[in-house]
T-cell receptor, first 114, second 113 residues
Framework: KAGVTQTPRYLIKTRGQQVTLSCSPISGHRSVSWYQQTPGQGLQFLFEYFSETQRNKGNFPGRFSGRQFSNSRSEMNVSTLELGDSALYLC?????????????FGPGTRLLVL | DQQVKQNSPSLSVQEGRISILNCDYTNSMFDYFLWYKKYPAEGPTFLISISSIKDKNEDGRFTVFLNKSAKHLSLHIVPSQPGDSAVYFCAASDGNAGNMLTFGGGTRLMVKP
């Protein structure tokens, strides 16, 4: 079974631009979560999507948004990029998003904002 | 407010010996705990998990222990191998918050040949 895939793997943007990241979950998984990893803040939860609906949201500004499609693929968008948005963005999938399900992570998208 | 803490940023162990990685949490609503291994610029790889109804779970060289009264869990790796060198994260989920994971800050494990 193929794992979680994320595209692109690397991205360079400038301040004020917007960016869209894509995540394809493991086949059959319906829950997709997004996390941000930075050296200062560690791994932080952004949001979770299940059946095309956002179920949980972390403590991030409204510039961070996402969506999920009917095939469970998910996209994350960051508008008006700031230098501090430079990070590794990780996507994780699980079968149904239950509280005791293991989440499996993709390789991440490394975003650099100049 | 860090709800999950890994107080040791790094740990160095000799090959063949035991590695013990520790994690403390403050939220008593956490009911599921996981350990992930991570290499730079890669996503975390799931290692082992434990439900709050258990106090031990074993999978090959990896064993996780949970002490709910102390709000403490630990990952034991026996025997340690050089390929185990990586950053290890513990994570926890609260049944009332879906499957949102709260991560510790990570511990860098170095296994010396």
């Amino acid at each position: 079974k193929a794992g979680v895939t994320q595209t692109p793997r690397y991205l360079i943007k400038t301040r004020g631009q917007q960016v869209t990241l894509s995540c394809s979950p493991i086949s059959g998984h319906r829950s997709v979560s997004w996390y941000q990893q930075t050296p200062g803040q560690g791994l932080q939860f952004l949001f979770e999507y299940f059946s095309e609906t956002q179920r949980n949201k972390g403590n991030f500004p409204g510039r961070f948004s996402g969506r999920q499609f009917s095939n469970s693929r998910s996209e994350m968008n960051v508008s008006t990029l700031e230098l501090g948005d430079s990070a590794l963005y990780l996507c994780a999938s699980s079968p149904d998003g239950g509280s005791q399900e293991t989440q499996y992570f993709g390789p991440g998208t490394r975003l650099l904002v100049l | 407010d860090q709800q999950v803490k890994q107080n040791s940023p790094s740990l160095s162990v000799q090959e063949g010996r035991i590695s013990i990685l520790n994690c403390d949490y403050t939220n008593s609503m956490f009911d599921y705990f996981l350990w992930y291994k991570k290499y730079p610029a890669e996503g975390p790889t799931f290692l082992i998990s434990i439900s709050s109804i258990k106090d031990k779970n074993e999978d090959g060289r990896f064993t996780v222990f949970l002490n709910k009264s102390a709000k403490h869990l630990s990952l034991h790796i026996v025997p340690s191998q050089p390929g185990d060198s990586a950053v290890y994260f513990c994570a926890a989920s609260d049944g009332n918050a879906g499957n949102m994971l709260t991560f510790g800050g990570g511990t860098r494990l170095m296994v010396k040949p």
